[in-house]
């Protein structure tokens, strides 16, 4: 059987990392890719991963990163897009400081795009090309109506992960002719970094729905956004 070779950006801390360890326990070979090298490098080392630089706000990193990728095994089979930030903790919209929003956007929207653009001529080389965008719950337009109305309002990280819905299906048409599948992960509220550890899951219990979708089998669902249970999170 030929190896299943995996990125995850954002990775050397918080879910990322654990979705390595995941990914690695499974068999596949795994790049940990971060930003910051020393903290890459060490985390990398732990899980017995590769490491690879990326910082997803570049284009010209991103597309760095795809040449290291491409250099070791020439394709790419899963793509998790985990790189996130949450922003200042006011979000108030009617004091919002724009550049923040901008900011927000720029990792955890554009991050995407500049990641997957340069990823995608690796994975469609790949026979089962999986692409994983971690969204959260609270970017769901339904749930922000009803099951999430006690949450305050945030005007940056809210619609950056309701952007990254769209995108996920945007990107879900466009590649199916290809095999490829893209869906949006619903990781939960997990203790990291990002929450300072409020959250109630483990990021093991976030990993989770990011390896449920980056082993898919080929009849698996795209264009969809999902829990580790692979229930269906509604837009
Ligand atoms: P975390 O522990 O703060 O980890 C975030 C990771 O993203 C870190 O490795 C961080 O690197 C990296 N990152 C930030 N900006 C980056 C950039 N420009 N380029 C490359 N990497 C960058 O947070 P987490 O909770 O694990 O978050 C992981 C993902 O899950 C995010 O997309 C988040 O929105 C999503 N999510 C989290 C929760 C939750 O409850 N925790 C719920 C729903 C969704 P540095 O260490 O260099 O900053």
């Not at 990125?7 to 654990?18: F, Q, R, S």
């Not at 910082?55 to 020439?74: C, I, L, M, N, Q």
Request: glycine share 10%.
């Amino acid at each position: 059987m030929t190896e299943t070779i995996a990125l995850v950006t954002g990775a050397n801390k918080g879910i990322g990392y654990e979705t390595v360890k995941q990914l690695t326990a499974l068999g596949m070979t795994t790049f940990l890719a971060a930003r910051d090298v020393e903290r890459g490098t060490v985390a990398a080392k732990e899980l017995d991963a590769e490491f690879v630089q990326l910082d997803v706000t570049d284009p010209d990193s991103a597309k760095a990163a795809a040449a290291v990728v491409e250099d070791r095994y020439g394709r790419l089979d899963v793509l998790v897009n985990n790189a996130g930030i949450a922003g200042v903790a006011d979000q108030q919209p009617s004091t919002a400081d724009v550049n923040v929003i901008r900011t927000v956007f720029d990792t955890n929207f554009f991050g995407v795009i500049n990641v997957t653009n340069a990823m995608l001529p690796l994975l469609s080389r790949s026979s089962a090309p999986r692409i994983v965008n971690v969204s959260s719950g609270i970017g769901s337009l339904a749930g922000m109506s009803s099951l999430h109305a006690a949450l305050p309002p945030s005007l940056a990280y809210v619609p950056s992960k309701t952007a990254v819905n769209s995108l996920t299906v945007q990107y879900a048409k466009e590649l199916r002719p290809q095999g490829i599948l893209v869906n949006a992960a619903d990781p939960g509220y997990c203790a990291t970094d990002l929450n300072g550890h409020s959250g109630f899951r483990t990021t093991a219990q976030g990993a989770a729905v990011s390896v449920y979708l980056a082993t898919l089998g080929a009849d698996g669902p795209t264009g969809g956004f999902f829990t580790d249970d692979g229930a269906v999170v509604p837009w």
